[in-house]
């Protein structure tokens, strides 16, 4: 199984400078083609003035670890990854340094079926994750939300009944078209790279490309 498209935004402190913290991206994924013509990335600003970086595509995937280990060795900041597997499901992933290392503060993963059909949910599973559910490894509750919200310094509840739609919405979002994230949009990030939506957004300074 492979990731089909991946993007993340990530906080750094105000005065970060992004384009080390995108090399040093860049260098733990040396494995990837990271080209401008399937990667779009961008730097802007978050709440309390805090350094944003931006990155998506579609031959973007597995990021968490490599970011996980970038906030580690930075020894701040924090990252919301969005994967999307298309027809298999997505994943929602919050990553937070701490002190000599980095914490998963959330991690939802939606399989692309009916999570009440019991039958359907152990098909897919048995098809695309090897029988093993993905969901097991999850970190979700209220805690998680409420951790997520003080990150991004949105209202918790707010944030935690979006956490709680997502599931129930998921099956019916993607039939219609419509974003498998609504995460993203709860916590105010800005827009995702053209190379992961198809659409375009206001860039401020392009760093990829």
């Known amino acids: ?10 906080d750094a402190p105000a005065g970060t400078d992004l384009r080390v913290v995108y090399a040093a991206f860049r260098s733990a994924k040396a494995d990837m083609v990271l080209d401008a013509a399937t990667i779009d990335a961008y730097t802007t600003t978050g709440p309390g003035g805090s350094a944003r970086l931006v990155v998506g595509g579609d031959t973007l995937a597995g990021t968490a670890v490599p970011l996980a280990i970038l906030l580690a060795e930075f020894g701040h900041g924090h990252v919301a990854i969005a994967t999307d597997w298309a027809e298999i499901g997505v994943r929602w992933t919050v990553l937070a340094a701490t002190a000599g290392g980095s914490r998963t503060v959330q991690r939802t993963t939606l399989l692309g079926v009916d999570h009440s059909d019991t039958s359907a949910v152990e098909r897919e599973i048995d098809e695309h994750w090897d029988g093993v559910d993905p969901r097991t490894r999850d970190v979700r509750g209220p805690a998680a ?35 498998p994230f609504p995460w993203w949009r709860a916590l105010r990030l800005p827009p995702r790279p053209r190379a992961f939506t198809a659409s375009r957004h206001r860039e401020t300074h392009v760093i990829a490309g």
């Open 145 to 179: 939300a409420a951790a997520v919200a003080e990150l991004y310094r949105v209202d918790a509840r707010e944030y935690a009944a979006t956490d709680g739609s997502a599931e129930r919405g998921f099956v019916r979002r993607r039939a219609a078209g419509g974003t």
């Open 1 to 10: 199984m492979s990731t089909l498209r991946e993007a993340f935004c990530l």
